[in-house]
C-alpha cells in the first residue's frame, strides 16, 4: 500500500514548500520540484533520478502513475496526497495532480559530450528571467541543437518557473554553466566558431557560413554581451530590423539565427 498524506501541515510537505521555493535548499540537498505529467516524463526521458512521486488520486489514478514509471529505470516512492497538499505545492491547477521529487545533474562544461561532429550550440549570457531562460531552452529544442551553454547563470535553472516555461526541455536538450571566460576556452579548445548577436562590428546574420562547429551567443536585451565576448567572438551578426524598433526579445532573436544554421545544415 503506498504511503498517503494528507495534511498541508505535515513535516515533508513543509520540506518540499522550502524546496519549491528555495534555490538554496535545492543546492543543499541536490533535490528539486518538478510539477506536471508532460514535465516528469520528459525528466524520465532526460535519465534524471525522480526519487518520489506525489499523486493527487482525485486528480490522477495511480495507474496513470504506474505505466508512467515503467519507463524509468529506478525505483520511484510513490505517496498518495490530498487535494490540500497538491494545492500547496503546485505552482498550477492544471498539473494532473501530480508532482515529484528528482535528483539535481552536475551542468559542468566537462559533462558535455558531443554526438555531432559540426555541433551547433547556444550560448545566453546571464540571462535572469525564468521565461526568457525557459524559451531559450524551448528554442533549443525545437531547432534540435547539440547543446545550451549558460554564461554566468543570474537564475538557478531548477527553479519550478523555468522547468515550467521550458514545458521540460531543460531535462532533453543538453545543458551546461560556467562562467564567461569558462565557456569561452571551452569553445575554443573545441574549435568553434563564435558568433555574437551584438550592433557593432556585425554582418547581417544570414551571411554567415554555420555549417562547421558553430555558437551562437546572446546577452540580456538590457545590456547586450559583455565585452569578453566581444573581445572573443569570431564575427559579429546582427538581425535587420525593418521597423522602428533595434532589438527584439531574445528567445526570438536567437530562434532566427537558429533555424537559419539549421537550413544551412539541412542544405549541406
Not at 52 to 57: G, K, P, R, S, Y
Not at 127 to 151: C, M, Q, S, W, Y
Not at 177 to 202: D, P, Q, R, V, W
Amino acid at each position: 500500500m503506498n504511503k498517503q498524506i494528507t495534511s498541508a501541515q505535515n513535516p515533508y510537505i513543509k520540506e518540499l514548500v522550502q524546496l519549491k521555493d528555495k534555490s538554496r535548499l535545492r543546492k543543499q540537498t541536490k533535490t528539486f520540484l518538478i510539477e506536471g505529467l508532460n514535465e516528469i516524463s520528459m525528466a524520465i526521458q532526460g535519465n534524471y533520478n525522480i526519487q518520489t512521486i506525489l499523486v493527487a488520486t482525485s486528480i490522477t489514478s495511480i495507474e496513470e502513475i504506474e505505466r508512467l514509471i515503467k519507463s524509468s529505470n529506478s525505483t520511484i516512492e510513490i505517496i498518495e496526497i490530498s487535494n490540500e497538499v497538491y494545492k500547496k505545492l503546485a505552482l498550477r491547477e492544471t498539473t494532473e495532480g501530480i508532482l515529484a521529487i528528482a535528483k539535481s545533474k552536475d551542468l559542468a562544461l566537462k559533462n558535455i559530450q558531443f554526438k555531432n561532429e559540426n555541433p551547433l550550440v547556444l550560448v545566453a549570457e546571464a540571462p535572469e528571467k525564468p521565461g526568457n531562460i525557459g524559451a531559450l531552452l524551448r528554442t533549443a529544442d525545437a531547432a534540435g541543437i547539440d547543446a545550451v551553454f549558460i554564461a554566468n547563470p543570474k537564475t538557478d535553472l531548477y527553479n519550478p518557473n523555468i522547468i515550467r516555461s521550458s514545458i521540460g526541455c531543460l531535462f532533453t536538450t543538453p545543458i551546461a554553466t560556467g562562467t564567461t571566460t569558462e565557456i569561452i576556452s571551452f569553445l575554443k579548445e573545441h574549435h568553434f566558431n563564435i558568433y555574437g548577436a551584438a550592433l557593432t562590428a556585425s554582418i547581417e546574420y544570414q551571411k554567415i557560413d554555420y555549417t562547421k562547429p558553430s555558437a551562437i551567443v546572446v546577452g540580456t536585451e538590457a545590456t547586450g554581451l559583455s565585452d569578453d565576448w566581444l573581445e572573443n567572438t569570431s564575427q559579429n551578426i546582427i538581425i535587420p530590423m525593418r521597423g522602428k524598433i533595434d532589438s527584439m526579445n531574445v528567445s526570438v532573436s536567437a530562434a532566427i539565427i537558429l533555424f537559419e544554421a539549421v537550413r544551412q545544415r539541412i542544405k549541406n
